[in-house]
Nanobody
Framework: QVQLVESGGGLVQSGGSLTLSCEVS????????MGWYRQAPGNQRELVAQ??????RYADSVRGRVGIFRDTAKKTTYLQMNNLKPEDTAVYYC??????????WGKGTQVTVSS
């Protein structure tokens, strides 16, 4: 019954900012990995940012421009994106892996950055 629902995507101008939200519902065991990933047309899904081993990790392409945050009480994880570029255009997915090795994905939210 675990579900991840992303929201906050949309159209933004180059240089603008956007915050994505991922709300988790259902019973969860201990989370090993929690993060944001993206997939552009013709590309494979790639890491954007994640929590892993108590620390954060960012893709080189977004480091310094994005931040990942979590509100435990609301069971929501956020991706704050700044200084967006057209190459950031993609479907952004929220995903997690539990200590039991279970993987869950949201359905994604579209982010489009215009020049």
């Amino acid at each position: 019954q675990v579900q991840l629902v992303e929201s906050g995507g949309g159209l933004v101008q180059s240089g603008g900012s956007l915050t994505l939200s991922c709300e988790v519902s259902g019973s969860l065991f201990s989370v090993k990995v929690m993060g944001w990933y993206r997939q552009a047309p013709g590309n494979q899904r790639e890491l954007v940012a994640q929590y892993l081993g108590g620390s954060t990790r960012y893709a080189d392409s977004v480091r310094g421009r994005v931040g990942i945050f979590r509100d435990t009480a609301k069971k929501t994880t956020y991706l704050q994106m700044n200084n967006l570029k057209p190459e950031d255009t993609a479907v952004y997915y929220c995903g997690l892996v539990t200590d039991r090795g279970e993987t869950y994905w949201g359905k994604g939210t579209q982010v489009t950055v215009s020049s």
